[in-house]
């Protein structure tokens, strides 16, 4: 069963969940819409990555189509309100709404009116149900919504490292900070912040190391109930490309060794029976953040950055390519969705 996918916003988000989706054989994008870009500028920034490097095949146009490797037909649309996309009139089910602006669940599904069957929002949103692969998405089923969050990449990454230890040793509380790649809302130089609020966010990204709040912690709340109120974190956004690293510091309920810990992530995330094998990682290699450019699992675990203080305090240390790694977990989350939705 091959699931198809429409993608409304055609930024950063939006061309690397078409690359992992045409990297998967369980998906395919048959439709894009984002009105700000001309067919032959999507062509070229779909081609053309300054991280992930150039497109391996083809990619060509033919009047209203991207046509990818000379075989598959992508229609482009170029509507601003999604309600008005004919998601219907290509057969895109599956709606990939990574424009970052419909992120509620009313505005959402909008996209339901012209034909797509379900939503996922590529961040978080304050009411859509939120899941994280290899943590709750199998609570999808319970109540099969048509509007779901695939939550930050930055949840996609802590969550499973909370999972592992709470399963395993409990927690008591933790802080998480998350050292954090520049992303499209910051500014190259110093200018006026989005919406005027955040001061330090219209700083250079470039010449500033810049503190910055994220929900991120808060959220694993959310996918995790019995850690609700046990987790809340910062961003430090840092001038790098790519690649953000998460530093959780956790008190746990039961005491533990650093080998037990190491033990229970390591199996976590190799054991062939584990949920979390492929989206949760493990390397005792000194590695830094440029050697996960382009990994696609949502949290690797650096063992030898781990440190522990005593037997209930202790800090992981995991790395994620927030782009790469994200936009293939909403791929997986659709195509799980799909799979669900088939067998009911």
């Not at 700000?36 to 779909?46: E, G, R």
Request: net charge negative; aromatic share 6%; charged share 20%.
């Amino acid at each position: 069963m091959v699931t198809s996918i429409g993608i409304n916003g055609f930024g950063r988000i939006g061309r690397l969940v078409m690359r992992a989706a045409l990297d998967s054989t369980a998906a395919n994008v048959v439709a894009v819409n984002d009105p700000f870009l001309t067919i032959d500028y999507a062509a070229y920034q779909f081609k053309h990555d300054s991280v992930h490097g150039l497109y391996p095949g083809t990619v060509d146009i033919d009047g209203d189509c991207l046509v990818i490797d000379s075989t598959l037909r992508v229609k482009f649309f170029t509507e601003r309100n999604p309600s008005d996309i004919p998601w219907g009139s290509v057969g895109a089910d599956y709606v990939c709404e990574s424009t970052g602006v419909f992120t509620t669940t009313e505005k959402a599904s909008a996209h339901l009116k012209g034909g797509a069957k379900k939503v996922v929002i590529s961040a978080p949103s304050a009411d859509a149900p939120m899941f994280v692969m290899g943590v709750n998405h199998k609570k999808y089923g319970e109540g099969l919504p048509d509007v779901v969050s695939n939550a930050s990449c930055t949840t996609n990454c802590l969550a499973p490292l909370a999972k592992v230890l709470n399963d395993n040793f409990g927690i008591e509380e933790g802080l998480m900070t998350t050292i954090h790649a520049a992303t499209a809302t910051q500014l190259v130089v110093d200018g006026p912040s989005r919406g005027g609020k955040d001061w330090r966010g219209g700083r250079s990204a470039l010449a500033n190391i810049i503190p910055a709040s994220t929900g991120a912690a808060k959220a694993v709340g959310k996918v995790l109930p019995e850690l609700n109120g046990k987790l809340t974190g910062m961003a430090v956004r840092v001038p790098t490309g790519d690649v953000s690293m998460v530093d959780l510091t956790v008190r746990t309920t039961r005491p533990c060794t650093k080998e037990e810990i190491d033990a229970a992530l390591k199996s976590a995330a190799t054991d062939d029976s584990s949920e979390l094998k492929g989206i949760l990682g493990y390397t005792d290699l000194p590695l830094v953040s440029q050697d996960f450019v382009h990994d696609k699992r949502s949290s690797i675990v650096d063992a030898g950055a781990c440190i522990h203080l005593n037997d209930k305090f202790h800090k992981i240390i995991s790395w994620y390519d927030n782009e790469w790694g994200y936009s293939n977990r909403v791929v997986d989350l659709i195509t799980y969705m799909d799979k669900v939705d088939s067998s009911k």
